[in-house]
């Protein structure tokens, strides 16, 4: 049995180098490196389905997404840690002062989701902001069953909070029964329970729930894009100036600002800057 | 007669040399964590104020008037871990009894691998189990608007000492002295109360050791918990979406700075703190024991 | 003549033995429904292709491969430290140490370290490592922060089968004219190598368990890289990949098949680890 194991072990370490090899074609000429970004999780969709693309034209390139929220990614690219951070909310003062850039990759739509099984379609802005202060608790006082209205939102940091919470005008007065690190959380928690309502990424949403109208508009990319869709906010691309980024990072974001980016974008479900 | 060669004994004292050091490696790495806690985590501490860190009752890290008062969270983690002792002890205690004592021998063997199954199963599966099964479960059982909860997290971590606190009180059992059974039957007692009366309070140490084993690990339970307990700093009650210590630190490490980050070290430093004080307990216990 | 006993004592002992039974039936119910509830819901979901695949937003498809390789390398580095460390420490305490407070000293940081919290292995893991030793968020800073954790289960497994070797193999080869480290080398490890597996089994059992300490130093990338640049970038483990699935993008079906995954390879390694125990203890009974 010893033997057995002694066999296993390095069959195992073996088939591992070797799997690992297979996956890293060799780099004939192209661009070779790296490229590491990292930020908000909303951002989740489109920055993967780029960063694929990206690295099918240039096998050499290794690509990295860190998904850590928008607060988080920013405080990356300042110390170093990523190439390129991604946000969902604009960069504060405090933060272009300290030397960091903003680029606008897309737009994007936050959703305000409910169960399936929820009969609420639709609500106003001001319904919206009466629910997340707590002044509106039951659904029955906005056309839906008699229960207790779950609140669900998003962490401290989170582009996505930051965004729904400045255009509901519900800054730090929301009486959150749960805070989630993600937006694929907030879905996921909201499609588990009827009486719940949150708000995600319309790039991120699935059929597990459904997406309400604000003020009779339904979050669509077209809506989104011609902003009738009221609650929506940038997808950024957050640089640090002053610093070049390397050859591989520079590559890569001229690839994502450029048109033919714009439908990889579009597929993800946001709407495209360009 | 074998003859020693005379570069043995330089190399000998290299070796041993050698063997000192990777000794104190292990004390090495406990200074090294002590320190880089304590470091971390006292600059939050001066600047916010012990008094009102500790005894402060709202935590909002990130409001425009940020304001570090952890005892919300300090609550939930010694409510959270009383309450997986209420309800995890008494099931290990007389699943052990029983495994010791009174079962069988093919029975003991199974029960006992299905405990040291129960053990290695990850924490994030048990996670997992709790947030698609106990908490839509808690939610249609009490008629409350969210399942996710102190009682989720309660119910889990109880689930999660079981098995440690059922393997340390076996081998507590186990090793009280056949003379003392011996003697409480000869004596006229029956077997159950021999077991309850003379086997138990000979391994009473060795139970207690287990409690405080189970504590420990209750106490520093962080991704099953962040799966199943809401995530919002409430004071605790039973029904309510709370914060631990350990989810505190977990769920915004990743996105703080400043303050509020240095705020996450110290709360890691009372943790810290409040495991050093259970494994101090621990020990005496064990010593207390061994003394016997 | 047998007395009847009085009905208090007949109450005391029929309560008891419900309260036995109770406990006992609730600890075997509750492990067969963990691992039946695992099992059934994941092992459907266990494909050929999730297992040898990497995820893929463009093809919206998601694959483990990267995740299971991320294990593997992240186990394969952390024993690489781990078990001379291990092995090491417990020599000194059993073969050299002459100071009793020492050891005492020495045996009670191995005590504490097995008891601190994952969560603070992190912490302290992603200061030291991540940013102190500037290794960023890797593997490897994940694989050195699972060293520390599992020093104590090697030098305890290993301890234990240091003892098991009689005094008199030493002694002997002693009066042979050996010195300590040829007798160490030759007569007692060989003789625990037994011992050395166990430890060795039961960290690669807490290893791959294990998910807190690696959140901030290993990270979550889902890529494909062979050993050496897997250690040095960010990656998820099993665990890690798990969580997020669940928790984050809500894909229960491959969090379920993860648990699955995670379940058998238990399953698999207490199997082992107990075979090896066994034969240990025959060894202790010559």
Known sequence: MKKLLAAALPAI???????????????????????STDGSTSMEKVIGALGEAFTTENPGVKFTYNPTGSGS?????????????????GLKDDEKAQGLAETVLAYDGIAVIVHPENPVTGLTLEQITKIYTGEITNWSEVGGNDAEIVLIGREAGSGTRDGFESITGTEDICKYRQELTSTGDVITTVSQNPDAVGYASLASVKDSVRALSVDDVLPTEDTVKDGSYKIQRPFLLVTKTGTALSEPAQAFFDYITSDAAAEIIAKAGAVSAN | MLKRAKTDKPAEAVIHGIFFLLGFVA????????VYLVIAGIPAIREIGLIPFLFGTRWASTAAEPSFGILPIILTSVYGTAGAILLGVPVGFFTAVYLSKIAPAKVRAVLESAAGLLAGIPSVVYGLVGMLVLVPAIRNLFHVPDGASLLAAILVLAVMILPSIIKVSITALDAVPKEYEDASLALGATPIETYFRVSVPAAKSGIAAAVVLGVGRAMG????????????????????SVRFLTTAVASEMSYSSGLQREALFSIALVLFFFIMMINAGLNFLLKRGAGK | MKRALSSGRRTYALLMRVLMTAAVGFTGVLTLFLIGYVLVRGLPNLTWELLFTKPSYLSDRIGILPDILNTIYLIAA???????????????????????????????AAETLSGIPSIIYGLVGMLFFCRFLNLKTS??????TLVIMNLPTVMRTTQESLKTVPQSYREGAFALGAGKWRVIRTVVLPGCVDGILTGCILSIGRMLGESAALLFTAGFAHELCDFFEGLSSAGATLTVALYVYAKEQGEFDVAFAIAALLMILTLLINFLASLVGKRLNRRKEI
Do not use: H, W
Not at chain 2, 27 to 34: Q, R
């Open chain 2, 221 to 240: 339970e962080a991704m099953a918990v962040m799966m199943v307990a809401g995530n919002v700093a409430n004071m605790p009650s039973l029904f309510q």
């Open chain 1, 13 to 35: 370490l073996a088939f591992a180098l070797l799997a690992g090899c297979m996956s890293t074609s060799p780099s004939d000429g192209g661009l070779s490196g790296s490229v």
């Open chain 3, 78 to 108: 952390a024993l690489f430290f781990v078990l001379p460390l291990g092995v090491g420490a417990a020599v000194y305490l059993n073969e050299y140490a002459q100071n009793k407070k020492m050891v005492a000293v020495i045996e009670y």
């Open chain 2, 27 to 34: 004390v090495g790495c406990v200074l090294l964590i002590t």
């Open chain 1, 73 to 89: 990614g920013i405080t990356a690219v300042l110390e170093g840690r990523c190439d390129i951070g991604l946000s969902s909310r």
């Open chain 3, 139 to 144: 593997l490897l800073a994940g694989a050195l």
